[in-house]
């Protein structure tokens, strides 16, 4: 089952931040909080990952709340492009690496 | 350049006959994973296998069969006693889990219509 939730759908206007949130209030102490993306019938695409602490990269921004149990990936000019579906995921390393799917985040970016 | 391939990107087969899936990686990956994805869903574990002659079972195994018999190469052969097989079907390979926080790479997937 997945480990995380997220809300299945989010507007945002383009060139604003796209604030887009997720709940995992289960996660082990080990286990990293990666995102991904998916535009329509194509291969998922890395946009970050972390541990507990915030992390910023030329894609993105994780916020990941003290706790541990929820975390938040900024986007912070949406462009068009960023339309996508967005999963925010745990990933088990006691079971191979294997990353778990939830239902993600459907963004729409909209002019 | 490195990467993960998966061919062919669409593939149509009659009911009944069983069909492989290449995907292959030239990144040194020792892990390497399959996932399913229907309509409007996310990703489903199939199978994955951290390292060569070695594999497990994901969260919906059932029908379908694996081989690692190199470090490249995870092959996924849908069989006929899969009873729902039309689906996206993505491939991914990573470092092993010892390695831990870095991202696994995926195909661009491949579209089974069996008809």
């Given at each position: 089952?997945?480990k995380?939730?997220?809300?299945?759908?989010?507007?945002?206007?383009?060139?604003?931040a796209?604030?887009?949130p997720?709940?995992?209030?289960?996660?082990?102490?080990?286990?990293?909080?990666?995102w991904?993306r998916q535009?329509?019938?194509?291969?998922?695409?890395?946009?970050?990952?972390g541990?507990?602490?915030?992390?910023?990269?030329?894609?993105a921004?994780?916020?990941?709340?003290e706790?541990?149990?929820s975390?938040?990936l900024?986007?912070?000019?949406?462009?068009?492009r960023?339309?996508?579906?967005?999963?925010?995921?745990?990933?088990?390393?006691?079971q191979?690496g294997?990353?778990?799917?939830?239902?993600?985040?459907e963004?729409?970016?909209?002019? | 350049?490195?990467?993960?391939?998966?061919?062919?990107?669409?593939?149509?087969?009659?009911?009944?006959?069983?069909?492989?899936?290449?995907?292959?990686?030239?990144?040194?990956?020792?892990?390497?994973y399959?996932?399913?994805?229907d309509?409007?869903?996310?990703?489903?574990?199939?199978?994955?296998?951290?390292?060569?002659n070695?594999?497990?079972?994901?969260?919906?195994?059932?029908?379908y069969?694996?081989?690692?018999e190199?470090k490249?190469?995870?092959?996924?052969t849908?069989?006929?006693a899969?009873?729902?097989?039309?689906a996206?079907?993505?491939c991914?390979?990573?470092?092993?889990?010892?390695?831990?926080?870095?991202?696994?790479?995926?195909?661009?997937?491949?579209?089974l219509?069996?008809?």
């Open positions: 089952d997945a995380t939730t997220q809300p299945p759908s989010m507007d945002c206007a383009e060139g604003r796209a604030n887009l997720c709940n995992h209030s289960t996660i082990s102490g080990n286990e990293y909080v990666y991904y535009i329509h019938s194509q291969g998922p695409q890395y946009i970050i990952h541990l507990k602490n915030n992390e910023t990269n030329e894609m921004s994780l916020i990941i709340t706790d541990r149990k975390s938040t900024i986007l912070p000019h949406a462009t068009l960023d339309t996508a579906v967005y999963y925010c995921i745990v990933r088990v390393y006691n191979g294997k990353l778990i799917f939830g239902q993600g985040t963004l729409s970016v909209k002019p | 350049d490195g990467g993960i391939t998966q061919s062919p990107k669409y593939l149509f087969r009659k009911e009944g006959q069983n069909v492989t899936l290449s995907c292959e990686q030239n990144l040194n990956h020792d892990a390497m399959w996932y399913r994805q309509p409007g869903q996310g990703l489903r574990l199939i199978y994955y296998s951290q390292i060569v070695d594999f497990q079972k994901g969260d919906i195994a059932e029908g069969s694996v081989s690692r190199k490249e190469s995870f092959p996924l849908v069989t006929s899969q009873k729902n097989p039309t996206f079907y993505l991914a390979s990573s470092t092993r889990d010892r390695a831990i926080g870095t991202e696994a790479f995926f195909g661009q997937g491949t579209r219509t069996v008809v």
